[in-house]
């Protein structure tokens, strides 16, 4: 498609399962970035990658998040042993990286909308 | 911790020049300027960005003080449509840069 697709839309679980989240970015596009945003929060920066590595995860919220990308394309992001606290709207976007007359924004997906009971 | 400050709500009369402010006194000098807004709760919208000149497009202008430590982003002629929250940022031009966003300014326009 021709924007950043993010799977699932809607995700409800029960506390203590994992969850996988996906993330499309756009064709070509060779930064990908995840944030969390808590209902009527901003938007809370969790990660980045620059191609497959990810040059900071300080922002993950702790070691039950962990996140993962591969062949500059398809990223996921993993939560084991999930929390109520998770619950949450996460929002992937994707970047360019350099190219001459590109405007260097974010391009973000619909979310995935996270409960977890 | 986001590199900008905002007010936390502002009001504007359908119509009217909308003028959000943004303070960023830590800008380095490759930083440029971000706008975007989140409408409901879909994804962050691109608006308009700048380094050191004002910029004008379709959906807004960017004023950008001399010493680059603030900027406003000015909506010509708000309409119902337009009230969001509105996000200001600064980050590298290119790369996958730690982008960080700041808590924004709910805009309410009123008709």
């Known amino acids: 498609g021709a924007g950043v697709s993010q799977s699932p839309s809607n995700k409800v679980t029960e506390k203590g399962k994992d969850v996988e989240l996906r993330c499309d970015p756009i064709?070509?596009?060779?930064?990908l970035y995840w944030y969390r945003q808590r209902l009527g929060q901003g938007l809370e920066f969790l990660i980045y990658?620059?191609?497959?590595?990810?040059?900071?995860k300080s922002g993950l919220p702790s070691d039950r998040f962990s996140a993962e990308r591969t062949g500059e394309s398809v990223s996921t992001l993993t939560i084991q042993r999930t929390q109520q606290e998770d619950s949450a709207v996460y929002l992937c976007?994707?970047?360019?990286?350099?190219?001459?007359?590109?405007?260097?924004?974010?391009?973000f997906g619909e979310g995935s909308r996270l409960t977890v009971l | 911790d986001a590199k900008t400050t905002q007010p936390p709500s502002m009001d504007c009369a359908e119509g009217r020049a909308a003028n959000l402010p943004c303070n960023h006194s830590t800008i380095s000098g490759n930083e440029y300027v971000y706008w975007y807004r989140q409408i409901h709760s879909q994804g962050p919208q691109y608006i308009i960005h700048g380094l050191k000149n004002n910029e004008t497009n379709e959906m807004a202008s960017l004023i950008i003080t001399e010493d680059r430590k603030s900027s406003t982003l000015i909506l010509p002629h708000a309409t119902l449509r337009d009230t969001a929250v509105y996000y200001c940022?600064?980050?590298?031009?290119?790369?996958?840069?730690?982008?960080?966003f700041g808590a924004g300014t709910r805009l309410f326009v009123k008709a």
């Open positions: 064709s070509g596009h060779t930064a």
């Open positions: 976007a994707s970047s360019s990286y350099g190219a001459p007359f590109d405007t260097g924004e974010l391009f």
């Open positions: 990658f620059q191609g497959n590595s990810a040059p900071d």
């Open positions: 940022i600064v980050r590298g031009h290119t790369g996958g840069f730690k982008t960080i």
